[in-house]
């Protein structure tokens, strides 16, 4: 990267607003699709071709959850980058890479809800789990091939002592990379909002229907689905076109560059939220979470417990049998 092509903004804010959000969505991130990965590698007993498109999500925003922490360091630097050019790329190619696969296997479960709803009787219902898992390597081979360029390109930028890692060049435009961020966002956003007003109008046609309990949990669903979706990346991606819209009197502007990294971190919220989309897809999550919340509250005993530590009902038990034995040790008075 051409070293003039960056700005060095005084006193960065960035570095200040950035480690505490990033810090938050890989603990609440982590652990939430942590959890997910283990209800569906050791809860869930059948799987469907649901279940695969739910799972890749849980891995992709798992993934993207492991990267937080080099970012977090990064941030914390001062926008430093402690590493040499290979771990940069390594690391912008992750987060792009699975930010994309999050998107698209969102997208790909609003799908997959809209045929169950609205057209129960068509063939993409009837489709084999492995068939399910060729979709998926289908989807995850466009998303690598769409995000390789992060490997291919050198991203480092030296302003005087600062090295900067960074897949946005903030200063001009970036080509391939502009196109693929704008198009992950509108294209998926057009088929989740199809697919949320195709359910809701579908089940209004059909009001019995829309009485029972498992269209009422389809339409929360989809309805989670697009606020999930809209809520984590319009944002960063509204700042992305204001900058380019207003390039290049912006180019250094300390605000712009706050909005637009503040508003990059959004997406990251995305991989935190995703786990609130597994509640609501199936009644086999609830469940697991209740059962995790139910063994995490039960107390736990030794194995020698005292006699005023045992139950009441063992207690009783044990004396019950005492004075039996004793009445029956007592010889006959008459």
Known sequence: MDNGSCCLIEGDPISQVMPPLLILAFV?????NGIALCGFCFHMKTWKPSTIYLFNLAVADFLLMICLPFRTDYYRRGRQWAFEDIPCRVALFM?????????AFLTLVAVDRYFKVVHPHHVVNTISNRTAAGIACALWTVVILGTLH?????????QEKTVSCESFIMESDNGWHDIMFQLEFFLPLGIILFCSFK????????????????MKKATRFIMVVAAVFVTCYLPSVSARLYFLWMMPSSACDRSVHVALHVTLSFTYMNSMLDPLV????SPSFPKFYTKLKICSLRPRRSKAQRPEEMPISNLCRKSCISVTNSLHSQPDVL
């Open 150 to 158: 992060l490997l291919m390109e050198n991203h480092l930028c030296v």
């Open 28 to 32: 609440l991130g982590a652990l939430g």
């Open 278 to 281: 597994y509640y609501f897809s």
């Open 95 to 103: 987060l792009a890479m699975n930010r994309a696969g999050s998107i």
């Open 199 to 214: 359910i809701i109008w579908s089940l209004k046609q059909r009001q019995q229907l829309a009485r029972q309990t498992r």
